[in-house]
């Protein structure tokens, strides 16, 4: 410490003292007292002096948890100072801009906290924290820059060139924004990734990141219009990803996806709607039809063209063929052919009437067939209307169904039927008669071996032969006197009764006693001839039938035929008797239709023996019953089921003997009625003979 003094110009004495100190660092605050004292007046005075200690503060440091931050999430970062005095002030800022924080001190320490919820904009970013009091004339500072880790904010994709068309190559490029680390970028389609063979590109992005792009390359077709890809950019580390989708427009030609089908089948009559549906882009479509080149036109109440629809009211057997329909756009045209089959029934066009072979030659018959659908199986060959059973050789070609009969025989002879049947409509069938040339053979059945006229009256003579080709007749007299074809006499006609027989009628006019006798038929043709003596007598009660015999039996009927014998020159009738064997009476039945030769005697026993006797009947008389007795058994009923059940004991089964006894009352009351219908019949009948003269008593 210096104290000085000098004289003052006011008088007296100005007195200075100076003190020097030193400052210590743990000095703050220090109070200086300055006292002066006149002794000679015994006064003191007095002053106070403070002196405020400021120091600089220590340097800044940042407490963070880590350098790689993830954006969106909220990060907090803390500076502190310790030591200064005052204590230090501190500032944060962003990117050379000040940022706002909170502030605290606690003695010489002063802390500042930044809270802030990081994006992509702080990767990269210098966070700078500063120190300052008035120790100090430039603060001091620490800095942090933090990556922070973003996926991208978006895909876009683009679609080169920009009108797509089937056929040509397409190129989809799909980039992400910026993204730290690069994002993996990827195409879906239907969710399954399709990119795995791409290559990607990076390159830089804002904010520190990358961009990273594909490219997809497609050869375009129709199925790609509409199809709908998206792009995913994922970041792996953080786990987010974003996506882009593009639903792609290609241009292309129409194509048919809906049709009746290549073929669309119709019965001939019927209406049909044929039905096609084009797909393209664009979609302004335009139809047409045609037909062996030329445009299908509307045709009132037939057809009608509306676009895609062919539309037939009925159809006829003319409108089958191909119908091209073609669908256009600006893009091109396509074509679909359909081809409309009309179904419609059989109809023979080509047959021979008749076919003409030697004995031993094979036949060759032909049957030409118009119809649809029609195959070999439709065709079925007969002989009149039997199966053919002889060995034939068939074969179908060209819409034409061919039987070949082997070695042919006289047994061959006769129409054979084409039946053919596909279906549609009713069946159809031509007849070719088949004429196997051999010699005449002359009809010399009893029936018309004799003919029979009054005088005066005018007697026919029938002659019938079989033979080809064509049988030629002439008539003699017994005494070989030739008879003219034609005359007051005499009057010959012929006709063919079908193709391989023949018949001549020799008319007798006015017959005399001496004309009764004998006439002798010839028939002859190309390769031989025959004859045959025929009778004209006197109309006489007819013969007998001939050949009387069964031909079916069932359990209350048998069927008898015979052939007739000569009617005695007038229309014959028939008449059966019939008797159970052993039991009388006998009973009598006309047969109807007259003139059948075959007929059911119906209303019979089951397993029983009947005896059957014919006779014939015409204006004159009968003749005498057949003397041969014909013989049959009814055939016997199986059991019947309400009366059996192997499985449960009608003697024990309540229901079954209720069963039984209402049949056995039903049965006894049906036999009592027929008895005393029978007893009736038969007295009536009785009655009538014995009122007719027939004969009653017969050796049965």
């Known amino acids: 410490m210096h104290t000085s003094s000098v004289i003052s110009t006011d008088g007296g004495w100005t007195t200075a003292s100076n003190v020097t100190f030193r400052i210590e660092s743990t000095d703050r605050r220090e109070t200086y007292v300055c006292q002066a004292v006149n002794r000679g007046l015994g006064e003191t005075k007095s002053a106070t002096h403070i002196i405020n200690v400021i120091q600089p503060p220590g340097h800044p440091i940042i407490y963070k948890l880590q350098n790689e931050i993830t954006a969106g999430l ?77 996926s991208p904010s978006s895909v876009t994709i683009t679609t080169r060139p920009k009108k797509l068309k089937e056929g040509e190559q397409g190129y989809l490029t799909c980039e992400s924004a910026s993204s730290n ?49 998206t792009c995913e950019a994922k970041n792996n580390a953080i786990k987010q990803s974003v996506h882009n989708s593009v639903k792609l427009d290609v241009n292309y030609k129409p194509k048919f996806v809906e049709t009746a089908g290549e073929k669309v089948s119709v019965v001939e009559g019927e209406g049909s709607v044929v039905t096609v549906r084009a797909k393209g882009n664009p979609d302004q479509i335009k139809y047409k039809w045609t037909r062996n080149n030329s445009l299908v036109k509307n045709i009132p109440k037939k057809l009608y063209v509306d676009g895609p629809i062919l539309n037939f009211t009925e159809v006829n057997r003319k409108d089958k063929g191909k119908y091209a329909v073609e669908a256009t756009n600006s893009e091109g045209t396509t074509t ?70 082997l070695n042919v025989s006289v047994s061959d002879a006769g129409p054979y039927f084409c039946f053919v049947n596909n279906g549609i409509g009713q069946p159809t069938n031509s007849s070719i008669f088949l004429i196997v040339k051999h010699k005449p053979d002359i009809d010399k059945s009893p029936a018309i071996a004799k003919a029979a006229s009054k005088k005066g009256q005018t007697g026919r003579l029938i002659c019938h032969a079989k033979g080809a080709p064509n049988v030629t007749f002439s ?64 109309t006489s009660v007819p013969d007998k039938p001939l050949r009387f015999r069964v031909v079916n039996s069932t359990d209350n009927s048998i069927t008898l035929t015979w052939d007739p014998g000569f009617n005695g020159g007038f229309e014959q009738t028939y008449k059966i008797m019939y008797y159970q064997i052993g039991v009388k009476p006998v009973k009598y039945v006309d047969v109807f239709p ?20 014919i006779e014939s009947i015409n204006e004159m008389g009968s003749s005498n019953y057949t003397t041969e007795n014909v013989q049959e058994e009814t055939t016997s009923l199986g059991p019947n089921p309400l009366l059996t059940n192997s499985d449960e004991d009608f003697s024990t089964n309540p229901f079954s003997r209720l069963v039984i006894s209402v049949f056995i009352l039903v049965g006894a009351t049906m036999l009592l009625i027929n008895v005393l219908l029978i007893a009736c019949f038969i007295k009536r009948r009785t009655k009538k003979r014995l009122s007719s003269g027939e004969r009653t008593n017969l050796d049965l």
């Open 475 to 538: 008539w003699d007299r017994k005494d070989g006197v030739h008879l003219p074809s034609d005359s007051t006499k005499y009057h010959i006609h012929t006709r063919m009764v079908d193709r391989m027989n023949f018949e001549s009628v020799l008319e007798v006019r006015n017959v005399q006693t001496e004309d009764y006798g004998l006439y002798h038929c010839i028939a002859q043709n190309e390769l031989d001839s025959d004859s045959h003596d025929v009778k004209l007598d006197v």
């Open 181 to 229: 680390p690069p994002a993996k970028v990827a195409f879906l389609k239907e969710s399954q990734d399709i990119s795995s063979q791409l290559n990607e590109t990076v390159s830089n992005g804002s904010n520190g990141g990358k961009k990273t792009s594909i490219t997809l390359e497609l050869n375009l077709t129709s199925d790609h219009d509409g199809a709908i890809y």
């Open 336 to 405: 679909l052919v359909i081809d409309l089959d009309v179904k419609y029934p059989a109809t023979i066009l080509t047959t021979w009437d008749s076919k003409m072979v030697g004995q031993n030659e094979n036949a060759h018959l032909e049957c030409g067939i118009d119809a649809n659908p029609l195959d070999e199986s439709m065709v079925v060959w007969k002989y009149g209307d039997m199966e053919i059973i002889r060995p034939t050789q068939r074969k179908f070609q060209d819409k034409k169904a061919y039987l070949t009969i």
């Open 74 to 150: 909220m990060q907090r970062i803390t500076c502190t100072s310790t030591g200064g005095h005052p204590p230090a002030t501190l500032t944060w800022s962003r990117g050379g801009k000040k940022v706002d924080s909170v502030y605290t001190s606690d003695g010489n320490m002063a802390t500042a906290e930044l809270a802030f919820e990081a994006n992509m904009t702080d990767n990269g970013i210098v966070y700078k924290c500063e120190a300052k009091n008035k120790a100090i004339s430039t603060p001091l500072s620490e800095t942090v820059t933090f990556s922070v880790l973003f």
């Open 594 to 613: 007259k003139g059948s030769t075959t007929y059911e005697v119906e209303t019979l026993s089951r397993a029983t023996s009947y005896g059957f006797r």
